[in-house]
């Protein structure tokens, strides 16, 4: 198995994300083929404060625009708003279950309501800068 190692977000998608987030992700540590995921059962992905934990790989984190809309969302709305800490987060687990915990459930809606936008800024052809006049 693969130790985990950070990996790059694509400058094109990093830009969409933000469009859509409405805040900067650079600082965000995305973690390919990570142990810390993996001991977490059959997670795809885990977060804390900065870090999103895959257990996969990042490629395939890329290519999944909804999951990368759920797992920003925990990191910049919730563990950097200081809303989502982990006593909060395994309060609302032992009351609610992983499904219907608000966290799961705020990040999902966000997905849901987002992932058509980041599709679009996706979908769309890059522009070359504008011709330099000399």
């Known amino acids: 198995m693969r130790a985990g190692h950070d990996a790059q977000v694509p400058e094109r998608l990093r830009e969409a994300l933000e469009r859509v987030l409405g805040a900067r992700i650079g600082h965000v540590r995305v973690i390919e083929h990570s142990w810390y995921a993996r001991a977490h059962g059959r997670a795809v992905a885990t977060t804390r404060r900065g870090r999103i934990y895959l257990s996969g790989s990042a490629t395939e984190f890329f290519a999944n625009p909804?999951?990368?809309?759920?797992?920003?969302?925990?990191?910049?709305?919730?563990w950097e708003a200081g809303t989502l800490t982990l006593a909060r987060y395994?309060?609302?687990?032992?009351?609610?279950?992983?499904?219907?915990?608000?966290?799961?459930?705020?990040?999902?809606?966000?997905?849901?309501?987002?992932?058509?936008?980041?599709?679009?800024?996706l979908a769309r052809t890059p522009t070359a800068p504008p011709a330099r006049l000399s």
């Open 90 to 121: 395994a309060g609302e687990w032992l009351r609610h279950g992983y499904w219907n915990n608000r966290f799961e459930v705020e990040a999902r809606a966000f997905a849901d309501s987002h992932v058509a936008d980041l599709h679009t800024l």
């Open 66 to 78: 909804w999951l990368m809309l759920h797992e920003y969302c925990h990191v910049i709305r919730q």
